[in-house]
T-cell receptor, first 108, second 113 residues
Framework: RKEVEQDPGPFNVPEGATVAFNCTYS??????FFWYRQDCRKEPKLLMSVYSSGNEDGRFTAQLNRASQYISLLIRDSKLSDSATYLC?????????FGTGTKLQVIP | DAGVIQSPRHEVTEMGQEVTLRCKPISGHDYLFWYRQTMMRGLELLIYFNNNVPIDDSGMPEDRFSAKMPNASFSTLKIQPSEPRDSAVYFC???????????FGSGTRLTVV
C-alpha cells in the first residue's frame, strides 16, 4: 500500500459548487496533517492544518479521521480562484510525506 | 521577510554538465528541505538538514546528487554529471518547530538536454 494515496483528478466543478477531496495514509505514526495548495508553475503554500476535531477557515473545512486513516478537505461555494492542485501532507517523527496532489478546476 | 530564496529560477544545461542549485532559508528556521517535483512522481523529499546537519538523505536518487549546508543561511544541491531524467522543478523549503508547515522557495526549473 502506498504511504499516501490521493485522487489526482481533475475535479471539474461549476462556480458555487461544493467539492471534497480525501487523502489516505498508511503510516499510523503520522502526527501532523496539512493541506497545501499549489498553483500552476508555483510553489506549494500552506492552506490549513488538519485536526481531529475538524477545523474551518471560511469556505474551507478540513477533517481528520484517525481510525480510517484519512484526511479530507471540503470547499464550499467554489470560486474560480480556487482552481489549483491540493496536496495532502503527513508529518511523522522525522519524516514528511506529500501526496501527489488533486487538481481542481472551477468552471464559470 | 524575504521568504526562502532560490537561484537560479531556470537552468538549462547539457547532459554531463555539473549543475548547482542554491537556497537561502528564512532567518531563524533551523530545518531546510530539498524537494524535487515531476509530473510522474509528484513532490519527493531528497534530503533535509537540521541545524546545518544532514538528517535524512535517503531520498537522494544516486551518487550524482550531493547537498551541503555550510551555514545557517545557505545550502546547495549539486548534480554531477547531470542527465535528462534529472529534469524537474527543485524546491527548497525551510521551517522550525515553532512554525506550522513549511515555506517553499519559488523553485528552480531544471532542464537537462
Amino acid at each position: 500500500r502506498k504511504e499516501v494515496e490521493q485522487d489526482p483528478g481533475p475535479f471539474n466543478v461549476p462556480e458555487g459548487a461544493t467539492v471534497a477531496f480525501n487523502c489516505t495514509y498508511s503510516n499510523s505514526a503520522s502526527q501532523s496533517f496539512f493541506w497545501y495548495r499549489q498553483d500552476c508553475r508555483k510553489e506549494p503554500k500552506l492552506l490549513m492544518s488538519v485536526y481531529s476535531s475538524g477545523n474551518e477557515d471560511g469556505r474551507f473545512t478540513a477533517q481528520l479521521n484517525r481510525a480510517s486513516q484519512y484526511i479530507s478537505l471540503l470547499i464550499r461555494d467554489s470560486k474560480l480562484s480556487d482552481s489549483a492542485t491540493y496536496l495532502c501532507v503527513f508529518r511523522g517523527y522525522q519524516k514528511v510525506t506529500f501526496g501527489t496532489g488533486t487538481k481542481l478546476q472551477v468552471i464559470p | 521577510d524575504a521568504g526562502v530564496i532560490q537561484s537560479p529560477r531556470h537552468e538549462v544545461t547539457e547532459m554531463g554538465q555539473e549543475v548547482t542549485l542554491r537556497c537561502k532559508p528564512i532567518s531563524g528556521h533551523d530545518y531546510l528541505f530539498w524537494y524535487r517535483q515531476t509530473m510522474m512522481r509528484g513532490l519527493e523529499l531528497l534530503i533535509y538538514f537540521n541545524n546545518n546537519v544532514p538528517i535524512d538523505d535517503s531520498g537522494m536518487p544516486e551518487d550524482r546528487f550531493s547537498a551541503k549546508m555550510p551555514n545557517a543561511s545557505f545550502s546547495t544541491l549539486k548534480i554531477q554529471p547531470s542527465e535528462p531524467r534529472d529534469s524537474a522543478v527543485y524546491f527548497c523549503a525551510s521551517s522550525n518547530r515553532l512554525v506550522i508547515g513549511y515555506t517553499f522557495g519559488s523553485g528552480t526549473r531544471l532542464t537537462v538536454v
